[in-house]
């Protein structure tokens, strides 16, 4: 999905053809069904309740975040929170988007979390 580049810049790799996203010509984005769809699942579960492994089963999984040019994206004009990888294509836009995000009461829902720390076991 996103790879370190040189110095700062960072690499968006298409989930449909598997070739560079760059500029304007594709995004990032995440399902926002799926994601409603995980929070209200979610909800249930008690901030500070202790799951046992049996419950645990039972608790959504993190909605994947996908980079499509817009001519592979599977589902064009889906409702899908989007964003154009030119956004976020070195680490300082990449900080600032991540600040931006985590003003959504549903990112903790994604995967985001992951795919920052995917790209920092590159540095």
Not at 7 to 14: A, K, P, R, S, T
Request: contains cysteine; aromatic residues 10%.
């Amino acid at each position: 999905m996103i790879k370190r580049g040189p110095g700062d810049v960072l690499i968006f790799e298409c989930d449909g053809c598997g070739k560079a996203v760059t500029g304007s010509a594709g995004y990032v984005h995440v399902d926002m069904a799926e994601v409603n769809e995980a929070a209200d699942k979610s909800a249930v579960f008690k901030d500070d309740e202790i799951l046992s492994p049996e419950v645990m089963t039972e608790y959504p999984k993190a909605v994947a975040w996908q980079v499509h040019h817009e001519a592979c994206d599977p589902r064009p004009g889906s409702g899908d929170y989007w964003f154009g990888v030119d956004r976020c294509d070195t680490w300082p836009k990449l900080t600032h988007w991540t600040g931006h995000l985590m003003e959504k009461s549903w990112l903790a829902h994604t995967n985001w979390s992951s795919i920052l720390c995917a790209i920092g076991e590159d540095a």
